[in-house]
């Protein structure tokens, strides 16, 4: 039992140290340089020709829109997007929509056998 609790330490530190002597396969060298890129020679993953370069003002770049909910009240709105560090620059613009939600009402069945609930359930569904 000892020799094999030796042999199974020689195996686990030979196959600990053998890529030190050995050396990084051809596939891990390189990947694995050991120096990270710089930032010019990376590649923007966005189209080149769009026409919106780095330094376009915001009247160049395209919209975009995004709806924010629950805010009580449209002044509400504006000190939250007046808290905000660019929202000048970002040309911000406010509306206030309303919709109507579809009345909510809630229907309290007292405990009953199973049957005659689910009958009432039935009823109170064809009401309306």
């Known amino acids: 039992m000892r020799w094999l609790a030796l042999v199974l330490v020689l195996v686990s530190i030979a196959i600990y140290y053998l890529p030190d002597f050995v050396g990084p396969s051809g596939g891990m060298a390189n990947v694995a340089s050991g120096s990270l890129p710089r930032v010019a020679s990376l590649k923007s993953p966005g189209p080149a020709d769009s026409g919106v370069g780095p330094g376009a003002p915001a009247d160049e770049s395209e919209m975009s829109c995004a709806r924010l909910g629950w805010i009580e009240t449209a002044e509400r ?48 569904q064809r009401q309306g």
Do not use: C, K, M, N
């Open 77 to 124: 709105a504006r000190s939250l997007v007046d808290s905000q560090p660019l929202a000048e620059e970002a040309g911000f613009r406010i509306e206030e929509v309303e919709r109507e939600l579809a009345p909510l009402h809630w229907v309290l069945i007292p405990p009953q056998p199973e049957a005659v609930a689910l009958s009432q359930f039935r009823d109170i």
